[in-house]
């Protein structure tokens, strides 16, 4: 087999192994989004024991990324795109925690339904950018920032109007016990909001693998009402290290 050829292979292997990431991560999301809406705590605690394998294929797309890099002297946007794979999985495989996190919050808290039902359209947004992200891995050497943008600032908007709902919800509780709980509900959705974040980051390893140089992206605003968020360190960044 030709050299051009084993690299066509290899560069085949990469993409198909991050598009399983992708499509256990979309996985993930369903079901993450089937337990908050029927309040199936059962599911919930099958997502936080699956995650597991999420990072086994991270693991397994890294190992096999180097090796081919140590074996086949590659070099230019091949090896970019080999480097920038393993940049991607970790990306995918933060993406995915924020569902695991999503299942830890209804399995330890038991919420009701009505302190969940706003960021369950929310999901919708999270399975287009993974579509999203497929596709733009499968073109990889085509320049789709502007696709990208414009999705970008969909999702802002999105985001922007079911926080203002929960907001809004907070200041009329009619108890503090209701706005702790619609409180954790918000800290919820921020979740999501930073799972749509890694789609910059994607964009930017993409440019990478194309240009050879990192373009920093900025993601747009997720509107004023920051406050609430601020208070510390998040209790998801603490799990994101628990990997």
Not at 42 to 63: G, Y
Request: charged fraction near 30%.
């Amino acid at each position: 087999m030709s050299v051009n050829k084993i690299l066509d292979h290899d560069i085949l292997v990469i993409k198909r192994d991050l598009q399983n990431m992708i499509n256990a991560t979309k996985k993930q999301y369903e079901e993450t989004n089937e337990a908050v809406k029927n309040n199936d705590y059962q599911l919930a605690e099958k997502v936080i024991s699956d995650d597991h394998k999420i990072n086994d294929m991270q693991n397994n797309l890294t190992k096999t990324a180097l090796w081919k890099i140590a074996k086949q002297n590659m070099v230019a946007g091949d090896l970019r795109l080999a480097i920038g794979s393993v940049l991607i999985a970790r990306e995918i495989e933060r993406i995915a925690d924020y569902a695991k996190n999503i299942c830890y919050f209804l399995v330890d808290y038991k919420p009701d339904v009505k302190y969940t039902k706003a960021i369950q359209s929310n999901f919708s947004i999270i399975l287009k950018m993974l579509d999203m992200i497929s596709t733009l891995i499968d073109h990889y050497d085509t320049d789709l920032n502007n696709k990208v943008d414009a999705f970008e600032k969909e999702v802002n908007d999105e985001f922007v109007k079911t926080r203002g709902e929960i907001i809004s919800e907070i200041r009329h509780a009619d108890s503090d016990e209701m706005a702790i709980l619609l409180y954790t509900s918000l800290r919820q959705l921020k979740k999501l909001e930073r799972a749509a974040d890694h789609i910059i980051s994607i964009q930017e390893i993409l440019d990478f693998i194309r240009t050879g140089k990192f373009n920093e992206s900025v993601p747009a605003s997720f509107g004023d009402n920051t406050s609430l968020f601020d208070e510390g360190k998040d209790d998801d960044d603490d799990d994101e290290t628990a990997n």
